[in-house]
Structures are given as structure tokens and as C-alpha cells.
């Protein structure tokens, strides 16, 4: 059973880079068989996927955050991480580290495994 | 961003039905898989449909759901005081300018 954990600061100044690392454990991040995703729910609102990674480096950004966003991998590690830069309070949200099902031709299926999320602030 | 429309709130008795819809359009339910999560306080998230009407191994048979052309739907039967949480449903969004996984608004069931 693969399991995911998101760990970083849980307080970031306006402006600066919010920085988290997911850890994940029961399975290889190298498996062809999955994208590796950032997913994150501001307060009272619902799930807003950020983007997702696979094992060759290959990511896909959701167009409104695209600009601000870099995900990468370590796989030696079995580590995937977020920077996101030019924060401001609506950054404000619970962050989750979450598994993505690839299927046929690349094709994104379904998340089966999520991480508890972390609370990031931003505020000065 | 495309959005996928979810009602804001169901609520039924113990042992009740209630029913949660998702409302898209072409480019992201009308020619992708729909899933379903469950978000109880807490917790993770726990993916409960798969591929428009699966179950993962885990989900009992008291959710089920459905997709017709641009909607889909989640039907919880034998409501239970566990299942008192938010409910959201996922696919993927094929257009240029807003693709990328989607996921709903959201659902808050409510057990009376």
C-alpha cells in the first residue's frame, strides 16, 4: 500500500517561494504506471489540482498557475517536490501530494492514494 | 479554469439515498473517465469510483455511480453517520487553455 507524505514550512512570507517535498513510501516513484501530483484546497473551498510529474520529468501545470510553478522529482530518493513563487495570501491552502493512474497513450485515469495535506499560510 | 458544477449540499436520514451530481462539458466529462472521491474531516482523501462506475477494492456496494454525455452522477444508498463528509468528482479537461485534471466543486452530505 503506498502511502504519501507532504512535508515543508507551514508559514511563508508574501513574495517569497513556497517550497514542499512529498515523500512516498510502499511503492517506486519510478513506476511507469503513475503521475505524482500537487493538488490544493484553499479554505472552505474545494480540491484545485496544480500539476503532476512522471518518473522521466515530464510535467503537465494547470494553465492558471503555470508561470509560478516548477515540479520536480528525485527519484533516488523517492521524493517529488513543489516550488511555487510570488506568493500572496490566496496561496493560503491545505496542499496534498497525491498518485495519479496513467493509462493508455499517457492518458490520465483516475488518484488513487493521497497524502493527509499540509497547511501552508502565507503571511508576513 | 473549466469547472465542473456539483450541487453544494444533500442531506438524507440514516439508511436514506441521496444522490450527487457533476456537471461538465465536451471537452472534460463528455470524452473522459469520471471518478469520485470521498473527503471526510480529517483525513485524506479516498477515491471511491473509478473509470465512470468502478469500485476500488474496499468500497462497499453502497456507492454506485453513473455518466451520461456531459454528467455524472454518485449514488450513496444506506446513508450512515460515517458518511458525513465532502464529496467530489474528478475527470480530466482536454481543452488547450484550461486542461488538466479536474476536479468538482464539491458536495457536503449530510447525515439528519
Known amino acids: 500500500q503506498v502511502q504519501l507524505q507532504e512535508s515543508g514550512p507551514g508559514l511563508v512570507r508574501p513574495s517569497q517561494t513556497l517550497s514542499l517535498t512529498c515523500t512516498v513510501s510502499?511503492?517506486?516513484?519510478?513506476?511507469?504506471?503513475?503521475?505524482w501530483n500537487w493538488i490544493r484546497q484553499h479554505p472552505g473551498k474545494g480540491l484545485q489540482w496544480i500539476g503532476y510529474?512522471?518518473?522521466?520529468?515530464?510535467?503537465y501545470y494547470t494553465p492558471s498557475l503555470k508561470s509560478r510553478i516548477i515540479i520536480s522529482i528525485d527519484t533516488s530518493k523517492n521524493q517529488f517536490f513543489l516550488k511555487l513563487n510570488s506568493v500572496t495570501a490566496a496561496d493560503t491552502a491545505v496542499y496534498f501530494c497525491?498518485?495519479?493512474?496513467?493509462?493508455?497513450?499517457?492518458?490520465?485515469?483516475?488518484?488513487?492514494?493521497w497524502g493527509q495535506g499540509t497547511l501552508v499560510t502565507v503571511s508576513s | 479554469q473549466s469547472v465542473l458544477t456539483q450541487p453544494p449540499s444533500v442531506s438524507a436520514a440514516p439508511g436514506q439515498r441521496v444522490t450527487i451530481s457533476c456537471s461538465g462539458i465536451?471537452?472534460?466529462?463528455?470524452?473522459?473517465?469520471v471518478s469520485w472521491y470521498q473527503h471526510l474531516p480529517g483525513t485524506a482523501p479516498k477515491l471511491l469510483i473509478y473509470?465512470?462506475?468502478n469500485r476500488p477494492s474496499g468500497i462497499p456496494d453502497r456507492f454506485s455511480a453513473s455518466k451520461s454525455g456531459t454528467s455524472a452522477t454518485l449514488d450513496i444508498t444506506g446513508l450512515q453517520t460515517g458518511d458525513e463528509g465532502d464529496y467530489y468528482c474528478?475527470?480530466?479537461?482536454?481543452?488547450?487553455?484550461?486542461?488538466?485534471?479536474?476536479f468538482g466543486e464539491g458536495t457536503k452530505v449530510t447525515v439528519l
Open positions: 465536451n471537452s472534460n466529462i463528455g470524452k473522459n473517465f
Open positions: 473509470d465512470n462506475n
Open positions: 510502499g511503492g517506486s516513484i519510478s513506476s511507469e504506471d503513475y503521475y
Open positions: 497525491a498518485r495519479g493512474v496513467r493509462g493508455d497513450w499517457g492518458s490520465y485515469r483516475w488518484t488513487d492514494s
Open positions: 474528478g475527470t480530466w479537461d482536454t481543452t488547450l487553455s484550461a486542461g488538466g485534471v479536474l
Open positions: 510529474i512522471y518518473y522521466s520529468g515530464n510535467t
